[in-house]
């Protein structure tokens, strides 16, 4: 499974943005997604995830209430938009993929894509 993430940019704050994570080499489907960033000088962190089979989504607190995941499958992407972004949402934000149950832990994925840089400054 190849991931590709794409969507990221300059936002000014509570602005928003669309960050898409393309397949290529399977069904995304079939996989729980999740999206992680790591913010400069820190760990890659959970920030959302859809899972396999349900479609179920799980957001980190940070992004709660102001964030959706949800499956393009025409696209075999899975997109996730971040709304009121707040210049601590200033990442570079992960795809990534697995046939198990999405996970909250990057241990829990099996394929990653690149990041794709969100810069939310004025």
């Known amino acids: 499974v190849q991931l590709q993430a794409s969507g990221g940019g300059l936002v000014q704050p509570g602005g928003s943005l669309v960050l898409s994570c393309a397949a290529s080499g399977a069904t995304l489907s079939a996989y729980s997604v999740g999206w992680f960033r790591r913010a400069p000088g820190q760990d890659r962190e959970f920030v959302a995830a859809?899972?396999?089979?349900?479609?179920?989504?799980y957001y980190h607190d940070s992004v709660m209430g102001r964030s959706t995941i949800s499956r393009d499958n025409a696209k075999n992407a899975v997109n996730l938009r971040v709304g009121s972004l707040k210049p601590e949402d200033t990442a570079l934000y992960y795809c990534?993929?697995?046939?198990?149950?999405?996970?909250?832990?990057?241990?829990?994925?099996?394929?990653w894509g690149q990041g794709t840089l969100v810069t939310v400054s004025s």
């Open positions: 859809v899972a396999a089979s349900t479609d179920k989504t």
């Open positions: 990534a993929a697995t046939p198990a149950a999405p996970s909250t832990g990057v241990l829990g994925y099996d394929y």
